[in-house]
């Protein structure tokens, strides 16, 4: 691949990603409201993803972009409107304007997080989003499937469960994604000749898991980490009865 761009590069999944995703283009483009060092073959660019003549010049002469810009977590509306809503539809437009026809799309599992934790789900999972960040991620799909049927973009939306190094709770058990699994996965969605438009669970094989790998291994994801082996060292707490986790499942959590 010659260019990659990455927004959101600054934040946690997108540092994870910068690192693992080195080398596998030629020029790999960060793009964050945070100014970034850039090393080796990468190109640091600050600007708000929210404005499309900046993303525009971003993804100008891209052959992909893995969109990750957003508000990680709950917010009020406005702010939520702003990042995830204004920016996802600002990045899929950039994208078709500028001939980038492959988007890997930074979903969430939060966009159904209502689901009970006893329910197991595919990417044929009805939306259940368990926040005003949730629904954005659902909006972010849409605008996927819209942009894949009306101009042919390709477009993988992943939704994504905990990306962290290491498992720290009870939960994680079940929603972890590894460093190293959401390069795997990221790199097959990047590569797959037969992506249209897929929605797949960004997980490890975790053998708590509650999503289904399949869709994601139809694009050759082929997981290898599994949160299990942590869990000898995780005080048992309680996960709530939905998958978005109490922090998120919670009335008091909506602004
Ligand atoms: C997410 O989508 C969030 O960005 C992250 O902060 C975690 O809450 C993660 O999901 C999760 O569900 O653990």
Known sequence: ???LLITGAAGGVGTMLREGLRGQADEIRLFDQRPIDAGEGERA??????????IRCAIEGCDACVHLAAIPVEAPFEAILHANLRGTWALFEA???E????????SSNHASGFLPV??????AAPVRPDTYYGASKVFGEALGSLYHDKFGLRVACIRIG???PRPLEERHLSTWLSPGDLTRLVTACLASPDLGFAIVYGVSANRRRWWDLEAGRRLGYDPVDDAEAYASEIQPNPI???QGGPKFTDPGTTP
């Open 1 to 3: 691949m010659r260019s």
């Open 45 to 54: 660019l600050v600007g708000d993803i929210a404005d499309l003549d900046s």
């Open 95 to 97: 994208a078709r304007l």
């Open 99 to 106: 001939g980038c026809d492959r988007v890997v799309f930074a």
């Open 118 to 123: 006893a329910e197991s789900v595919g990417d």
């Open 162 to 164: 905990t990306t962290i």
């Open 240 to 242: 709530g009865r939905f």
